[in-house]
C-alpha cells in the first residue's frame, strides 16, 4: 500500500467475539483514521484519533494510536454478524492534505 | 453525515474510448476532493487530490493525461479516463472533505465500477 499495512489480513471471528486489527505506517501523521467499507461500496467514516491522542472510543470500538511505534489498533467488542466487512486505516500525514490508506483487513464474524 | 454522490455507479465502455465519472458533495461545500482506484480485494489507492479551481495533484506513477480531473466548483469534481484500456477497469472512488485544512473526516462516494471491454 501507499502508506502502511494492516494485520491481520483476514479474520473470522464468532458473534459475541471481540475483533482486532492492527495498522502499521511509515512517516508521520497528522491523524489517523479507521473506515469500513462494505463488499464493493464506498467507505464509511468510523473513528478519527489525533496524534497527540492515544485512545479513544466510540460505542463497540477503540482505537489506539503508538506515534512511537508508528502504529494503530482497532478492537471491536461483541462483534456482530452486521460488522462484516473491510476495515482499513488512513494515515493523514503530517502537513498535507491527504489520506493514504493502509491494506485492510477483511473480517468475517459468523453468526 | 455529509453525503458525497457519485455517478455512475457502474459504466461499461468499449476500448478506446473515454469515461466521465461525477462526485458531488450534496450538503456541503468540498475544498479539497481525492480520487482512488481500488482493485479486487485490494486497497484503495490515491491517485489524486484536487483543490476547487486549481490543478489536481498526482500522486507519482498516476498519468495525469489519462486520468484527467477537474474541480471546477466547490461541490463537483469529475475524473475522466481517457482512451480507456481494459487494464484501466477498477472500482474508483471520490471523497471529499469540508475545509482545506487537515483533521476532518473525509467522505466518500458509493463507488464507480469501471469495466473497459
Known amino acids: 500500500s501507499q502508506q502502511g499495512e494492516e494485520d491481520p489480513q483476514a479474520l473470522s471471528i464468532q458473534e459475541g467475539e471481540n475483533a482486532t486489527m492492527n495498522c502499521s505506517y511509515k512517516?508521520?501523521?497528522?491523524?489517523l483514521q479507521w473506515y469500513r467499507q462494505n463488499s464493493g461500496r464506498g467507505l464509511v467514516h468510523l473513528i478519527l484519533i489525533r496524534s497527540n491522542e492515544r485512545e479513544k472510543h466510540s460505542g463497540r470500538l477503540r482505537v489506539t494510536l503508538d506515534t512511537s511505534k508508528k502504529s494503530s489498533s482497532l478492537l471491536i467488542t461483541a462483534s456482530r454478524a452486521a460488522d462484516t466487512a473491510s476495515y482499513f486505516c488512513a494515515t493523514e500525514l503530517y502537513n498535507f492534505n491527504k489520506f493514504y490508506f493502509g491494506s485492510g483487513t477483511k473480517l468475517n464474524v459468523k453468526p | 453525515g455529509a453525503v458525497v454522490s457519485q455517478h455512475p455507479s457502474w459504466v461499461i465502455c468499449k476500448s478506446g474510448t473515454s469515461v466521465k465519472i461525477e462526485c458531488r458533495s450534496l450538503d456541503f461545500q468540498a475544498t479539497t476532493m481525492f480520487w482512488y482506484r481500488q482493485f479486487p480485494k485490494q486497497s484503495l489507492m490515491l491517485m489524486a487530490t484536487s483543490n476547487e479551481g486549481s490543478k489536481a495533484t498526482y500522486e507519482q506513477g498516476v498519468e495525469k493525461d489519462k486520468f484527467l480531473i477537474n474541480h471546477a466548483s466547490l461541490t463537483l469534481s469529475t475524473l475522466t479516463v481517457t482512451s480507456a484500456h481494459p487494464e484501466d477497469s477498477s472500482f474508483y472512488i471520490c471523497?471529499?472533505?469540508?475545509?482545506?485544512?487537515?483533521?476532518?473526516?473525509?467522505?466518500f462516494g458509493q463507488g464507480t465500477r469501471l469495466t473497459v471491454v
Open positions: 471523497s471529499a472533505r469540508d475545509g482545506g485544512g487537515g483533521g476532518t473526516e473525509a467522505f
Open positions: 512517516t508521520s501523521i497528522n491523524n
